[in-house]
């Protein structure tokens, strides 16, 4: 075979690639086109838990001229690649399903159907559940003569960390599902490091979130709870080998 012949299915394959690219991009572009009129909403919407919880007659303020305008901007542009994500996924499972077989393609199915939920999960945890104790443990923290005027681009960037730690946090099943299902590790290994699985989790939480005990354990408990659930659903996604090896060893049965 020439080498022509040879780098065509690479060129193919890059071509594929960048048109899911282009079509992602776009996607997310025309979300963000019917979100940006409502910037100011939507950051109001984020805003709300620590709204909620501050003095009678605090208010955010900004600090930079320009934030006004382009912090709402900013956060209707994550909030589009956060709404594309399931169209996302699509693109990149159109993209790697020819390669998979017929059994593999089903079992990935469900997966990425559950990543998508497990995120946006982490994510609507994190604003209904975590919000409103840290903040309100924050503001009422504040010692005495001090106001509370947050900066809207840093509440932003606040929030913003904690709704990804959330999201990947929650991706803890898919995870497991993925190491043991690649040989990495198998659920009777990961039973046994239990103890410390729930001390990193802890660690994870306390990295993760504010300094205090209320949203590292808010993290670090629901991790612990996927992480139970990961091993439950483990044991349907067996290692490629394990299977090669329980085919040829039938095999050599039926031939005995």
């Known amino acids: 075979m020439s080498s022509v012949e040879e780098s065509q299915p690479l060129i193919t394959h890059l071509v594929e690639l960048r048109n899911r690219l282009l079509r992602s991009i776009m996607f ?39 934030a006004p305008f382009f912090t709402p901007i900013k956060l209707t542009g994550i909030a589009a690649v956060f709404l594309s994500v399931p169209y996302i996924l699509y693109q990149v499972w159109a993209f790697v399903a020819p390669a998979l077989y017929q059994h593999e393609k089903r079992l990935i199915y ?19 559940v975590v919000f409103p104790i840290v903040f309100g443990f924050l503001t009422k923290t504040a010692p005495d003569g001090v106001a509370i005027a947050t900066d809207i681009s840093s509440y932003l960037d606040f929030v913003l960390t904690l709704f990804l730690a959330f999201g990947i946090c929650f991706e803890v ?9 690649t040989g990495v590790t198998t ?14 989790a802890f660690i994870i939480g306390m990295l993760l979130t504010p300094p205090d005990i209320f949203s590292q354990t808010l993290l670090a408990v629901p991790m612990c709870l996927l992480f139970e659930i990961g091993l439950l659903f ?18 050599t049965k039926h031939k005995e």
């Not at 099943?173 to 299902?181: H, N, Q, S, T, Y």
């Not at 659920?187 to 990193?200: C, W």
């Open 187 to 200: 659920p009777e290994d990961l039973k046994e490091k239990r103890p410390y699985i729930i001390v990193a």
């Open 234 to 251: 483990a044991r349907f996604y067996r290692p490629k080998e394990d299977e090669t090896d329980n085919g040829s060893s039938e095999l």
């Open 110 to 128: 469900p997966l990425l159907f559950s990543s998508t939920v497990l995120f946006y999960t982490g994510v609507a945890f994190a604003y209904y």
């Open 28 to 66: 997310v572009l025309i979300v963000f086109c019917g979100l940006v009129y409502f910037s100011n909403d939507i950051y109001h919407l984020i805003a709300t838990p620590l709204l909620e919880q501050m003095p009678q007659g605090s208010t955010m303020i900004a600090t930079n001229v320009a």
């Open 173 to 181: 099943p898919v995870a497991i599902i993925l190491l043991c299902w």
